[in-house]
């Protein structure tokens, strides 16, 4: 689209112009920046007012699509004296009489991906720059018809695959169906190698100038699924795959962005499956995704079946689940049908497909597969609607080694020094004036945000782990200060450890 020195200049405009993410946020304040979260642009074009500056000018020609002075757009880009001709010719601005308008999205973007580690403080960094995407649709409530070959820009869902991807330093990392660039963005901070794939030519051509703007390496490759990656393997892999459950469409009319040519949630299953041979030992593939609820088939069964034969641990956690009809309905929104004859029609395609298919519900959340090379691996399946602490990738990324602890056998629990982790705090709960509380519950401040109620044993056994003395010199001391059997005591609260060391919530001095 454009040569390394085109991009280098443009680069440079949006430095000399102030166009990054700090600033342009300082600049439409708090209410723009809640505007746009909104799909709505008044609130920022109402501090922006009629400035022509060159900062206000990028502002309102990318990220909130307004038509612009031709004068004030040649002086925003005039790092070189051909950049705003070249823009043109590359049909990234199209030029309008005496305004400008943008057929591209390029805007500032920043994100705060590694979080705080539950095991100890946070690193300062967040991976920004500039993303290039198609126009965002639906702006001021002006809807329109998304194109077969529409690129997404940064959407909630991807922002929850950078917050829930485990940020780890590896060797090579795998952004599977890369749309726009952003995990690429993400990954090649923490990764030497990145690659990223995707069926979209489109989307591979704004990747490969999101991934130039910020000046970082990542080899994208044409593609389906793993077939561009054939026998080679990654220690990372992530993806937020076209998980959209929608009807066969003709040629032409799938939005590629978001719905694959496979039946129901058959895609999603299809890259589980296929991941294994494609993961290093200890290597993890972290799906952002959509599962299918069956009538009268455990989806817990059915979504951990995916990976049953792969030798791998997997861990699904449900995050929300939609009826069928408020599914149908965010997406057919999605793609720009809302208040058009089509609607009412489209509406009832996707409910006779669904019965087809025997789908009653959609669940939504993560699923994690890691090669951690276990005799047995470790499944792990379930519902967790409830707030977590963003981002979480951080938890995730300690999750493997909190399932080893929890494993251990009894005897090298009760050898072992443990700590409660530092985000675990208590709280207590009872009647108002009551000398003694109902219920003490320790709870994570961090990940998941688990908590546990507990009772006088476990309370002292966890309250007395600081990492100076072994687990069974603990239990043994509990156990006198009960006059309690010893045994006895081991074996009501090593159950409730081992979900302890689960959870993260004790850990390793």
């Known amino acids: 689209m454009l040569t390394p020195v085109q991009v280098r200049d443009l680069r440079s405009a949006f430095t000399a112009a102030n166009y990054t993410i700090d600033e342009v946020i300082d600049r439409i304040g708090e209410a723009g920046q809640e505007g746009l979260g909104r ?182 490759r044409d593609g389906s699924l793993y077939e561009p990656v054939a026998g080679e393997r990654f220690d990372l892999i992530v993806t937020n795959p076209p998980y959209v459950m929608s009807p066969p469409t003709t040629e032409g009319e799938r939005l590629v962005y978001r719905e694959g040519s496979f039946a129901g949630d058959g895609l999603v299953e299809a890259v589980v499956k296929g991941a294994p041979e494609h993961l290093n030992p200890g290597g993890s593939l972290q799906v952002l995704c959509n599962w299918a609820i069956l009538e009268g088939q455990p989806w817990t069964e059915r979504v951990a079946g995916w990976a049953e034969d792969s030798g791998c641990d997997v861990w699904v956690v449900e995050r929300e689940r939609l009826d069928i009809y408020n599914y149908i309905e965010v997406w057919l929104t999605d793609a720009g049908l809302a208040g058009s004859p089509e609607w009412k029609p489209r509406y009832r395609e996707w409910i006779d497909y669904f019965k087809q298919l025997g789908i009653v519900g959609v669940g939504m959340g993560w699923i994690t597969l890691t090669r951690a090379e276990r005799t047995t691996p470790d499944v792990q399946v379930e519902s967790w609607p409830h707030a977590i602490a963003q981002p979480v990738g951080a938890a995730l990324a300690e999750h493997q080694a909190c399932v080893t602890n929890s494993l251990m056998s009894d005897d090298e629990l009760l050898a072992h020094h443990w700590k409660l982790a530092s985000h675990v705090t208590q709280e207590t709960l009872g009647d108002a004036g009551a000398e003694d509380p109902q219920h003490i519950v320790l709870r994570s401040a961090s990940g998941l945000r688990r908590a546990t109620e507990v009772d006088t044993v476990l309370g002292g056994v966890l309250g007395a782990c600081d990492g100076e003395l072994s687990l069974g010199q603990i239990t043994d001391a509990i156990a006198v200060l009960l006059e309690a059997d010893a045994s006895a005591v081991r074996a009501v609260v090593l159950p409730k450890l081992r979900q302890a060391l689960r959870d993260g919530m004790l850990v390793a001095p």
Request: aromatic share 2%.
């Open 39 to 220: 799909n709505s642009t008044i609130p920022a074009l109402d501090v922006l007012g009629e400035t022509t500056d060159p900062q206000a000018t990028l502002v309102k020609l990318w990220p909130l699509q307004q038509e612009v002075p031709l004068a004030a757009a040649r002086a925003a880009l005039s790092a070189s004296p051909e950049l705003f001709d070249v823009l043109v010719d590359a049909d990234i601005l199209a030029v309008d009489g005496d305004v400008v308008r943008a057929l591209v999205d390029i805007r500032p973007y920043g994100s705060a991906d590694d979080g705080a580690s539950p095991s100890g403080p946070a690193p300062e960094s967040r991976a920004s720059g500039w993303i290039v995407s198609d126009l965002t649709p639906g702006l001021d409530q002006v809807t329109t018809r998304t194109r077969p070959d529409y690129v997404l820009g940064v959407s909630p869902a991807s922002t929850s695959l950078a917050q829930m991807t485990m940020r780890t330093a590896v060797g090579s990392a795998l952004d599977l169906g890369t749309g726009c660039g952003v995990q690429s963005l993400h990954l090649t901070r923490h990764a030497d190698r990145v690659v990223a794939t995707d069926i979209n030519p489109r989307a591979m051509e704004l990747a490969a100038l999101t991934a130039a703007l910020n000046d970082v390496d990542v080899d994208i």
